[in-house]
């Protein structure tokens, strides 16, 4: 089995294609590059990014809102004002990372939804770093 | 007695991969006894700790213990490759990035070759790794140092089985490697089969360290030079190299266990046309033909009547062309059907293979040039969709409606990292 296939480009760099060509040289030649691919702006590591769905609307003054695909790298550390997935008591939650009284908690960004405290809960772990939310506006 | 190269080989495998990878994308299953199913939903092939914890053994038959593994909320799931696959591939990748050279051994396990820098102590390189991978996979690893590949291995094994190791072990860099060699019994070692630990045992050899100081022409006499280099390795020399690019495959193969035994002569043929259409595009994908097709049959190991049948057929010239390949192991499941038996398991493989870039200058094809080239195309646009889309986006007619042989998967999670349709969703 090859694990490093075709799909595993990482450092691809943007090409400038240099051409000879026999007749007449088209202007545009110079110009020419590859198309804009998104994984290479959005993602930058790519073995420890994952993609996950969010229903509901507690991040909704964070401009999360429901059925938005978010983009997640577990290699990042969090840090106070990140939005992250957390898990907490066997559920994925996500919330903004903050911190209150020198006290690290999970705030949801809808005042309907109450906020997380660390201490309250037996088994929290952060899972990943939120870094894009993609919203479908069709 | 200390090798003065600067050079380590440290083998990297992931603790209990598969029900990491279920546990890691799946909350609920954290810190829960986790059980995968082989292939069929068979046997148990892979344990969470918790699952360890619980005396569930290995390879036990998933109906006798269905009960038991109720009674103790144990979460079972059927395998789910694209998930193992996807994560394997990413562990491995990121591995790269923190070594000179890779093997990759499994789908689970990769050789690295590090330097051992003027301070000797690896320990803190081991615990970075260690916690990087976690946080970059939520996955577990074992970091098994030493000199050569089979100490390497032998390291590894000590860092699962000693309480204080933390998942590290450096066998190069010990002050009592005769008492750690002690606890590996030879049939432990990397290398020593079966026999081959039977005979050792025979003649008293009973663990690593053992086998390291035995009479060096005794091992010669009865296992040649891969006897030697196997103690060699043990003493600490270097043999084996890393192998960065595996040689090219012999086979490929594609075989799957029945849902439900297979009696009838339609199903058997449907099932080794999706097996065939699997291989022709695996082929495709490596740059490979061949010229040699075979296709088996075979009833329950555990069945009284037990039988078994393969047929294949030689090609003058080889080929990757789907539709070629379909009309042969057609003709071929005919010849192997038998009505009077129940078939539990079928699978086609294509033999001699040659690299397709290299058979595309021969001029002597029983197909015109043109022919050729429009069946590569066809090919070529097929795969192209159904990666684009999914994998059977455009398939094979004769491959519809499949029934009764398909493999049981009654507990398969989803595919959380490659399926934009299947990835996590979040409740508020």
């Not at chain 1, 290479?40 to 990014?49: A, D, K, Q, R, V």
């Not at chain 1, 705030?107 to 870094?131: C, L, M, S």
């Not at chain 2, 395998?79 to 499994?106: A, T």
């Not at chain 2, 057609?330 to 690299?355: H, R």
Request: proline residues 3%; charged residues 25%.
């Amino acid at each position: 089995m090859n694990f490093f296939d075709s799909n595993t480009k990482i450092f691809k760099i943007p090409l400038l294609v240099d051409s000879v060509s026999a007749g007449f040289p088209s202007p545009a030649d110079d110009y020419t590059e590859e198309n804009i691919d998104l994984n290479e702006h959005l993602i930058s590591n790519p073995f420890s990014t994952f993609f996950l769905r969010v229903k509901g609307d507690s991040m909704i003054n964070a401009g999360i809102k429901d059925k938005d695909l978010i983009i997640v790298d577990k290699s990042l550390t969090a840090r106070p004002g990140n939005i992250i997935i957390a898990m907490i008591d066997g559920e994925f939650t996500i919330k903004r990372l903050s911190i209150k009284n020198n006290e690290l908690y999970l705030k949801a960004e809808n005042h309907n939804y109450p906020d997380f405290r660390f201490k309250n809960h037996i088994d929290v772990q952060i899972w990943g770093v939120v870094i894009y939310s993609i919203h479908s506006y069709l | 007695m200390k090798i003065s190269s600067i050079d380590a080989i440290a083998l990297i495998d992931a603790n209990n991969f598969y029900a990491s990878c279920e546990q890691t994308i799946n909350p609920q299953l954290r810190n829960k006894p986790v059980v995968i199913l082989s292939n069929n939903d068979g046997c148990i092939i892979a344990r969470s700790p918790e699952a360890r914890a619980l005396k569930i053994k290995m390879g036990t038959p998933y109906f006798k213990v269905k009960e038991r593994l109720n009674k103790l909320d144990v979460a079972v799931l059927s395998s789910n490759y694209s998930l193992y696959g996807d994560m394997s591939r990413r562990l491995m990748n990121l591995l790269k990035n923190y070594c000179e050279q890779i093997e990759i051994y499994s789908i689970d396990e990769a050789f690295i070759s590090i330097s051992r820098s003027n301070d000797k102590n690896l320990y803190p390189w081991a615990r970075n790794l260690r916690s990087l991978i976690y946080q970059n996979l939520g996955i577990p690893i074992t970091v098994g140092i030493g000199e050569n590949k089979v100490r390497a291995k032998i390291a590894n094994k000590l860092a699962k089985n000693i309480d204080y190791s933390a998942g590290i072990f450096d066998l190069a860099n010990t002050r009592n490697e005769n008492n750690y060699l002690k606890k590996i019994n030879v049939d432990e070692i990397w290398g020593v089969g079966k026999q081959t630990s039977n005979w050792l045992q025979s003649k008293g050899i009973k663990n690593a360290r053992e086998l390291r100081d035995m009479e060096e022409n005794e091992i010669i006499k009865k296992l040649g030079i891969v006897g030697k280099r196997l103690q060699l390795e043990l003493k600490g020399h270097k043999c084996l190299p890393i192998e960065e690019s595996k040689k090219s495959k012999k086979e490929i193969q594609v075989s799957r266990s029945f849902g439900t035994p297979v009696t009838k002569l339609e199903d058997l043929t449907q099932a080794l046309a999706t097996h065939a259409i699997k291989a022709s595009e695996k082929m495709r994908s490596l740059n490979l033909q061949s010229s040699d097709i075979r296709v088996f049959a075979r009833t329950s190991r555990y069945s009284s009547q037990s039988y078994q049948r393969s047929a294949h057929r030689k090609l003058t010239n080889a080929t990757d062309d789907t539709n070629s390949i379909l009309k042969i192991v057609v003709e071929l499941s005919k010849e192997i059907f038998n009505p009077e038996y129940k078939f539990s398991k079928a699978g086609v493989l294509m033999q001699d293979l040659t690299n397709s870039e290299y058979l595309q200058q021969s001029v002597i094809n029983y197909k015109s040039q043109k022919e050729l080239k429009k069946s590569a195309n066809l090919m070529r646009t097929i795969d192209s969709l159904n990666r684009r889309f999914n994998k059977n986006a455009i398939t094979w007619a004769i491959t519809k409606n499949p029934k009764s042989w398909m493999m049981n998967k009654n507990f398969l999670s989803h595919s959380s990292t490659t399926d934009i349709k299947q990835i996590p969703t979040i409740v508020k």
